[in-house]
């Protein structure tokens, strides 16, 4: 599918300017070849993760990888809710919702 298509299908995107935070849900794919992000699945980032679903290490990597990927302390990125799910919510300080969209372009 084309970046604008998924963009659109990706509006779930909350910016809080006065906390400087971006918030939005991904759905993880743990024990995959490589950390990658895929597109979009039902309205939130499908990202896929070498880390297995075990002792909280597919969480760590999903903190590291966007972290890694937004240029941005590991410390800036927390969960929000789903810890335990395939889906999470995310919250992200000092990055805009234009970076978070970004990530789309970036490996697909």
Excluded at 10 to 18: G, K, P, R, V
Excluded at 40 to 68: C, D, S, T, W, Y
Excluded at 102 to 107: C, E, T
């Amino acid at each position: 599918m084309n970046g604008l298509g998924e963009r659109a299908m990706f509006a779930e995107i909350a910016e809080n300017l006065s906390s400087a935070t971006v918030s939005f849900s991904v759905r993880v794919q743990p024990r995959a070849s490589k950390d990658e992000i895929v597109g979009v699945m039902e309205g939130a980032l499908k990202i896929r993760l070498q880390a297995p679903a075990v002792e909280n290490r597919a969480n760590e990597a999903l903190v590291e990888f966007l972290a890694h990927l937004l240029k941005t302390p590991k410390s800036a990125v927390r969960i929000l809710g789903g810890e335990r799910s395939r889906t999470k919510r995310i919250e992200i300080r000092g990055v805009t919702k234009q970076q978070v969209l970004g990530l789309l372009a970036h490996d697909a």
